[in-house]
């Protein structure tokens, strides 16, 4: 179905619609599930139930040009409502619409360089998605929080195989989006899970392993790591 807005092109602004389209889609999949049922007629032609950026849904007819101009949500939802139960068509209708709004997100992000995808990616992640709100995995007011964007190293040292070493213990690996806009201390390139890096526990700063001369062996063996930088400076007295 074509839009009458115009397109949004930067990260808060493919955001901010996809938030809006959601919380449409939220709202029809749970307080007004009735009706969407209602009107999800099997007898009816191929319906598409559509959220839009001004916060309302739409059970129609799908757009008529081909390619459509934007994305389309799953095609005949109405054809499998009298098919499985209520609550197993609403959780398909969720887990469709889903992938309908990752698919409108990207296609307005299909201009965005790597980092402002990975940013976009991570917003909309943090969000509960339709099928965890309808099949009861997550409340409904489940929030991003302001803080879940940021970087959380715990003075952990990666390896070349994505487990993460700190202090001779194997941690959890942190998803790489989480060091998206960290750089080495020493080159200043960008992080890269296929690369190793260390931080340094003194001021947090992370470094290539091969900027600084440490391998995942070496860094086994090192109970707190202390940057080039830091292993200088003299102690004040």
């Not at 959601?22 to 139930?49: G, H, S």
Request: proline residues 5%; negative net charge.
């Amino acid at each position: 179905m074509a839009s009458m807005f115009a397109s949004p092109r930067t990260v808060e602004e493919i955001f901010k619609d996809h938030s809006a389209r959601r919380t449409a889609l939220v709202r029809a999949l749970t307080i007004e599930a009735d009706e969407v049922y209602i009107q999800c007629d099997p007898e009816k032609e191929n319906l598409c139930l559509y959220g839009h950026p001004t916060e309302s849904w739409e059970v129609t007819l799908p757009a008529e040009e081909v390619p459509p101009e934007l994305p389309e949500p799953a095609l005949g939802i109405n054809f499998a409502r009298d098919g499985m139960s209520r609550k197993d068509w609403l959780s398909l209708v969720a887990v469709h619409s889903d992938c309908w709004l990752l698919s409108m997100a990207f296609y307005f992000g299909a201009r965005l360089n790597r980092n402002e995808r990975k940013r976009l990616f991570s917003m909309i992640n943090d969000l509960p998605t339709l099928f965890e709100i309808v099949t009861g995995r997550k409340p409904v007011e489940d929030k991003p929080s302001a803080e879940s964007g940021s970087k959380s190293k715990n003075n952990t040292k990666r390896a070349v195989d994505g487990q993460a070493r700190s202090n001779s213990k194997l941690n959890d690996v942190e998803d790489e989006d989480e060091h998206g806009d960290t750089i080495c201390g020493s080159c200043e390139g960008n992080y890269n899970a296929d690369e190793f890096w260390i931080g340094c526990d003194i001021c947090e700063r992370w470094y290539h392993g091969k900027c600084v001369k440490i391998t995942p062996a070496k860094a086994e063996s090192i109970k707190q790591y202390k940057c080039p930088s830091c292993s200088t400076k003299k102690t004040r007295h």
